[in-house]
């Protein structure tokens, strides 16, 4: 099982900011002219991408007058993107600290620091007093939390009554061992991949019914098809892209992802819960 440590070594980069402003500036743009549709290709950290999280997102309700918990935040990306597109208030939470700090300044140089708060910390205590949300989401997250029960407790504690809470995660749907490297994790030791009834027990022992439920497999296989086609089309990645985060072994994560999708293995699942 992984522990927090080994969740944060295997995201932190050693210099994000620069990387993408690099990316930034090799598209033409600056860090004073980016807008948040610019920083799709690096601020969708999921299968799927922008697609995905208009699709995910669109399903709760969000709204000027909702605050938003954001599980995992990564860069932030999410959090700017359901600023942006809902104009609600977003607070996120990551436990890996360079990318808290990245997402700040990339926040900043978008102008939505009036809206996002970002905190690093562990999903599993997570530092804000019961009912403080209208609403809460995690974009491919519990991939490495073991604990889904102690999870799911605390994103209830933290969440008003009759507040959706999405999860979009990749999930165990098929027999056999998985292939690493993948996005998430170098070994088996540090993934937490589960069924997608580990999740709904989770969040019905944490007062949570489940109203919807949706496997992505056939749309993630499409979006990898149009990624290899954009992809041998440029002769490479684009300047701002996933790779800036998933470093050297990027084109053996993604093949792996791929190949363990195909097979049925796995495969992205979203949920919408409401807690009681």
């Known amino acids: 099982m992984p522990t927090q440590q080994d969740v944060s070594q295997h995201y932190t980069h050693g210099d994000l ?3 993408i402003r690099k990316g930034i500036e ?3 743009k600056t860090t004073g002219s980016i807008k948040v549709d610019d920083l799709a290709p690096v601020d969708e950290f999921h299968v799927g991408g922008r697609q995905a999280s208009e699709d995910f997102l669109g399903q709760l309700d969000l709204n000027p007058e909702t605050h938003a918990l954001d599980v995992g935040c990564g860069l932030g990306g999410s959090a700017r993107f359901a600023a942006s597109r809902y104009s609600c208030q977003v607070t996120g939470i990551d436990l890996t600290a360079e990318y808290v700090e990245t997402a700040r300044v990339v926040c ?3 102008g939505l620091d009036d809206r996002i708060s970002l905190h690093q910390g562990s999903a599993l205590e997570l530092p804000f007093p019961n009912g403080s949300f209208d609403r809460a989401y ?4 519990g991939m490495n939390i073991s604990d889904k029960a102690k999870l799911c407790s605390e994103v209830g504690r933290v969440l008003k009554g009759n507040s959706l809470f999405g999860i979009y995660d990749v999930m165990k749907v098929g027999e056999g061992e998985l292939t690493y490297p993948v996005p998430w994790a170098t070994t088996a030791s540090s993934s937490a ?3 997608p009834a580990e999740y709904r027990n989770a969040l019905q022992e944490a007062g949570f019914t489940v109203i919807a439920e949706r496997n992505r ?5 499409a979006f990898f098809d149009q990624l290899r086609a954009r992809t041998a089309a440029a002769g490479g990645p684009p300047p701002l892209g996933l790779h800036i985060l998933m470093g050297k ?3 053996d994560k993604v093949q792996n992802m791929i190949a363990n999708i195909a097979s049925g293995k796995i495969a992205p699942v979203e949920l919408i819960a409401r807690k009681a």
């Open 17 to 19: 900011v620069a990387a």
């Open 26 to 28: 090799a598209q033409g």
């Open 108 to 110: 900043g140089w978008v």
């Open 138 to 141: 995690m974009l491919h997250v």
């Open 193 to 195: 991949v589960a069924e």
């Open 217 to 221: 497999r056939d749309f993630a296989l």
């Open 249 to 251: 072994n990027t084109p």
